[in-house]
């Protein structure tokens, strides 16, 4: 079955302790993005990557980092995590020069 | 600065009705539009697009309006059904560039 999947889930941590978030994708995409969703705030984009070893800035990428070693994974990193940054994680993919992403299911982050 | 906007944050329909769903956007550079659906739990899922080049596109009960010099478009869903209930994410490129602007979503409700 086609699908991107996050790990883990649910992830309730305190401030500063490092946390990463894994993506993984099977459908031979390269692009693949990371967003936040916000209330009253929508989806903003965090971090994106072309292909592998190409990544970029999206919207909001204070906080984070990502890497993109294999072309199935993308992995956000948070290595301070304040409270601020206690969020709805969703990662995604698509193939180059589509429009169409396709989303994992989501990764609810609480940093006390 | 938010370049795609959902003005209602919130709509409720009864069920068999017209659902009309809102987004106006900034940038005129843009030329390519789509609609997401998110359930709760779930990551978003694409519903339908359209380019800059069509006013119109329709897909089943699902039609998109778009209208460039007003830098408007409208998903219309005819009939409305329950599973329609949703939160509904309008979104925004421009084709090449692969960097995708969402809005802040509209939940509609539709009432049995």
């Known amino acids: 079955e086609a699908q991107v999947t996050q790990n883990p889930r649910y992830l309730i941590t305190v401030t500063g302790k490092k946390l990463t978030v894994t993506c993984s994708q099977n459908?031979?995409?390269?692009?693949m993005s990371w967003y936040r969703q916000d209330p009253g705030l929508g989806l903003r984009q965090i971090y994106y990557?072309?292909?592998?070893?190409?990544?970029d800035k999206g919207d909001v990428p204070e906080g984070y980092k990502v890497s993109r070693k294999e072309k199935r994974n993308f992995p956000l990193i948070l290595e301070s995590p304040s409270p601020n940054q206690t969020s709805l994680y969703f990662c995604?993919?698509?193939?180059?020069?589509?429009?169409?992403?396709?989303f994992g299911p989501g990764t609810r982050l609480t940093v006390l | 600065d938010q370049q795609v906007k959902q003005n209602s944050p919130s709509l409720s329909v009864q069920e068999g009705r017209i659902s009309i769903l809102n987004c106006d956007y900034t940038?005129?550079?843009?030329?390519?539009f789509l609609w997401y659906k998110k359930y709760p739990a779930e990551g978003p899922t694409f519903l339908i697009s359209?380019?800059?080049?069509?006013d119109k596109n329709e897909d089943g009960r699902f039609t998109v309006f778009l209208n460039k010099s007003a830098k408007h478009l409208s998903l219309h869903i005819v009939p409305s059904q329950p599973g329609d209930s949703a939160v509904y994410f309008c979104?925004?490129?421009?084709?090449?560039?692969?960097?995708?602007?969402f809005g802040t979503g509209t939940k509609l409700q539709v009432i049995p």
């Open positions: 990557s072309m292909n592998v070893e190409v990544t």
């Open positions: 995604a993919s698509m193939f180059a020069g589509s429009d169409t992403q396709y």
């Open positions: 359209i380019s800059s080049i069509k």
């Open positions: 459908m031979n995409h390269e692009y």
């Open positions: 940038n005129s550079m843009f030329d390519y």
């Open positions: 979104a925004a490129s421009v084709r090449g560039y692969q960097k995708v602007t």
